[in-house]
């Protein structure tokens, strides 16, 4: 036996994730906040007129913006940059439980 074990590909499992494509993430995330029932107007996502959350393309990620908490007036919005599959995927996840979260009385 010549003593390796394979540990090199233990420590980086001998392979890359794929590239982070930006522009097919974003149609991702628009696929999945219009499944989660909001609508989408110039480039805002609303829930019965109020702003819920933006998401845009911003060089080689994206630029996500969430409503600290919903208002018909100037919302105060809360950004993060996605740059990986498992960030959108993350970002989703808790836009959903926070849109459950929020009772018709926020709205």
Do not use: H, Y
């Amino acid at each position: 036996m010549s003593g390796d074990t394979g540990d090199k590909d233990s420590e980086g499992f001998g392979f890359a994730p794929p590239p982070f494509k930006p522009d097919a993430a974003l149609q991702r995330v628009q696929r999945e906040l219009r499944a989660l029932g909001l609508v989408e107007r110039a480039g805002t996502f609303e829930r019965r007129g109020i702003a819920m959350a933006r998401v845009a393309v911003d060089g080689a990620a994206l630029k996500a913006q969430v409503v600290k908490k919903p208002s018909r007036n100037s919302p105060v919005w809360q950004a993060q940059a996605l740059a990986s599959d498992g960030a959108v995927s993350r970002f989703c996840s808790d836009l959903k439980k926070q849109l459950a979260a929020w009772s018709d009385s926020d709205d």
